[in-house]
Every structure is written in C-alpha cells, then in structure tokens.
C-alpha cells in the first residue's frame, strides 16, 4: 500500500514537472521521497500527532 502510494506521488511529480532539466527533476525526486518516507518513518514510529491520522 506504501509503495502505491510513494509510485503514484513520483508518476505525479513526473508528469507535472516534465519541462524541467534532468538534473532538477532528479534532485526534486529525491527530496519528496525523502520527505515521504521520513513522515512514513514518523507515522509508524508513533511520533504523529493523533489528530492528523487518517486511519
């Protein structure tokens, strides 16, 4: 489910961003998948706040 959701945000940021140089489309990548993870990382670890859960 993780995955969908991580593959689903990069295919956005891919079709957005697609005039972009090569380079910042790689460097825009890493980033949001940093951040994505890191929340995830967060989330799971039980440091979220409880009024942003979703679920």
């Not at 990382?41 to 979703?54: C, D, F, K, N, Q």
Request: hydrophobic share 60%; proline share 4%.
């Amino acid at each position: 489910m993780i995955v969908a959701s991580i593959v689903s945000l990069l295919l956005v940021l891919f079709l957005v961003s697609r005039g972009t140089p090569g380079r910042t489309m790689l460097v825009i990548v890493a980033i949001t998948l940093a951040v994505v993870l890191l929340i995830v990382g967060v989330e799971r670890a039980g440091l979220w706040p409880s009024e942003l859960h979703t679920r």
